[in-house]
């Protein structure tokens, strides 16, 4: 005990607290000491973290900089690809309908989540800028659960749209107007943007007084509370609560919706009439059971995290990143009117040729 005071007090860790550096026992194990079980109990080894360290990818730390360019490469074509999609819609009269009102909202929540995350990973890769405050960190937290949030709240609007419009097709046009798509939205913005403050502020109210590095690329809750000194299980909790009401009710609705469909296609006569139908469907249900195949396989993985901690991280970062990518190459290959907007906006000249 002696021995760990006297280290204690030979750097002066008052001075050091001072300037937001924070001793833990991975310093103190450098040095030879042993503090942790000895010093747990005293108040002389509470210190507050004032900032995070993001390491990056787990056990590749030395040569994680050579995925840069192939995240970049990621994060650049989902924000040109979305921002086209926003542009070609806005100005494009026919495409002013609800469903391709609801793929420009999507459009902008996936540049939103792809860039709450994606300059500071860079940041990382590029310019070892691993350091990030404690505000910083629970403010991407509320962003990345707010943004998939809204995309699932998203999908379930478009799932709606779809049952209406082969369900009830002599009824869409009063049902799905441009008033309940403007509603929809401000509707998807309170109840994610309210419903997901807990999350931050439960990690905010944790006490986080020894390691300060966090093997990650981003402020994940999990990770970030995992270096809390106190009971981290309400954080855990209410994590897991809010997924069950959001996106596990979201995914409940979906699935009533298709099955609601999948049965009227059913009992139409003619095969090309329900071929037309459900193709309307069909990037929909792609872009569906990827997003939320993605959501289930990170959730696998991260039980297996303490054996293989890597690749948890690795799908986490990915399932940020590649739907942003995506949404826009399914939609853009499988809807003509999208495509002969692209042209019109891209190519004027061969518009007036």
Request: one cysteine or more.
């Amino acid at each position: 005990m002696s021995s760990c005071l006297a280290y204690a007090k030979a750097y002066d860790i008052s001075h050091l607290k001072s300037f937001g550096i924070v001793l833990n026992h991975r310093t103190a194990e450098k040095n030879g000491f042993n503090c942790t079980s000895k010093l747990q109990g005293s108040s002389t080894s509470h210190f507050q973290v004032k900032e995070f360290i993001l390491m990056g990818l787990p056990g590749i730390h030395s040569w994680q900089h050579w995925l840069s360019l192939p995240l970049a490469v990621l994060y650049l074509s989902s924000i040109s690809a979305n921002l086209l999609i926003f542009i070609t819609i806005w100005k494009e009269p026919k495409l002013h309908h609800p469903m391709y009102q609801f793929l420009s909202v999507l459009s902008i929540v996936d540049m939103g989540l792809a860039t709450t995350i994606m300059p500071k990973i860079l940041a990382i890769f590029w310019f070892d800028a691993k350091a990030i405050s404690l505000p910083e960190c629970f403010a991407q937290i509320y962003a990345i659960h707010c943004f998939i949030g809204m995309e699932s709240s998203i999908f379930l609007c478009m799932a709606f749209d779809r049952y209406v419009a082969i369900c009830h097709p002599l009824r869409y046009p009063t049902i799905v107007t441009a008033s309940s798509v403007f509603k929809a939205t401000v509707f998807m913005l309170l109840r994610n943007g309210l419903a997901v403050i807990p999350v931050p502020v439960l990690a905010a109210q944790r006490d986080y007084c020894s390691s300060n590095e966090i093997d990650h690329c981003l402020c994940s809750n999990l990770g970030v509370t995992s270096l809390s000194c106190d009971d981290r299980r309400p954080n855990s909790i209410c994590q897991m609560i809010l997924s069950l009401l959001i996106m596990g009710g979201d995914l409940t609705l979906i699935i009533l919706s298709y099955a609601f469909i999948f049965s009227s296609v059913l009992k139409l006569n003619s095969a090309e009439a329900a071929s037309k139908a459900l193709s309307t469907c069909s990037s929909h249900l792609i872009l569906i059971l990827f997003f939320y195949t993605a959501i289930v396989v990170i959730f696998v993985t991260h039980l297996a995290g303490r054996k293989y901690p890597l690749i948890p991280v690795l799908f986490n970062v990915l399932h940020n990143i590649i739907p942003p990518a995506l949404n826009p190459i399914v939609y853009a290959f499988r809807t003509q009117d999208l495509r002969l907007g692209f042209q019109k906006l891209l190519l004027p000249s061969k518009k007036n040729k």
